[in-house]
């Protein structure tokens, strides 16, 4: 493996619950990240996909070390994130940014959308205020919008708008890594298919590395190098992007791609579709041994008696893991 720019190492995060009249009693924990590990390499594109619910949003806010995690390790460039001092973390926060999923509320509609995407530049403090105007405006016009509309809110602007403003804001200060948490998923195809084709654009321009969150698989399928895919907590497959849509291992990475729908009237209306029983359990109380037992067709004694390791099977393709007992079994 050549170095890692960030790799996050058997990473969990418990969220207790209370109960009671003053909530004094403990009631078990939400399990939203139980364990997972990967890595992403300058440049690349790792996508992380899975249900909503699975933990993906929870993962973005533990490597912004937003939240802290109850167990783990975030690596960046070498360096453990969790073991800086909040005084350290200020260059930390400067080199990773975020976009986040919904333009309407993640833009304040008080602000100005120069304000919005000069905020980073000073709060790091970075040139004065002719400097920043200058570099506002050289960004507005990367992601494609008019330097000239600096003074204007953000309510004067289409949702398809906003996310570009959404993504200046996250690229102004020429982060090394974006963290894209379902950057489309709010925006309408037409205009996905832009910011998309933005974002691919501005990573072969400024050399960005990104994580892609997403519950899309074709929109994943589209930006990945690498994707991951997550299930309750855990992930069950990571593999190159064309070896995971080509051959999936995994019984749910089978059903997710299933639900694409092709688009060819003929081959739509002839395929059969995998339809995965029952709803997602409870991160309260998951399944003992695989967490995805209970909804899969190929399910045996061990699945729920003993939990599978995440395994490379390397004739499927290069760094292909799953974790699953029948790896590669048709549903």
Known sequence: MDKALLEVKNLKKYFNLRTGFFFNTAAGSVKAVDGISFFIKKGETFGLVGESGCGKSTVARLILRLIYPTAGEIIYNGINILKLKRSQMFKYRREIQIIFQDPYASLSPRMTIGDIVSEPLEIHKAGNRNSRIKKIKHTLKIVGLNPEHIN??????????????????????????????????????????QILNLMVDLQKEFDLTYLFIAHDLSVVKYVSTRV???????????????????????????????????????????????????????????????????????AEAICSLQEPELKNYPENGEDHFAACFFAGKPI
């Not at 996310?163 to 489309?184: H, K, S, W």
């Open 152 to 193: 204007r809110y953000p309510h004067e602007f289409s949702g398809g708008q906003r996310q570009r403003v959404g993504i200046a804001r996250a690229l102004v200060l020429q982060p090394e890594l974006i963290i894209c948490d379902e950057p489309v998923s709010a925006l309408d195809v037409s205009v996905q298919a």
């Open 228 to 298: 991951g895919v997550m299930y309750l907590g855990k992930i069950v497959e990571i593999a190159l992007s064309e070896d995971l849509y080509k051959k999936p291992l995994h019984p749910y990475t089978m059903g997710l791609l299933s639900a694409i729908p092709i688009p060819d009237p003929n081959l739509e209306r002839k395929r059969q579709r995998i339809i995965l029983p029952g709803d997602v359990p409870s991160p309260i109380n998951p399944p003992s041994g695989c967490r995805f037992n209970p909804r899969c067709p190929n």
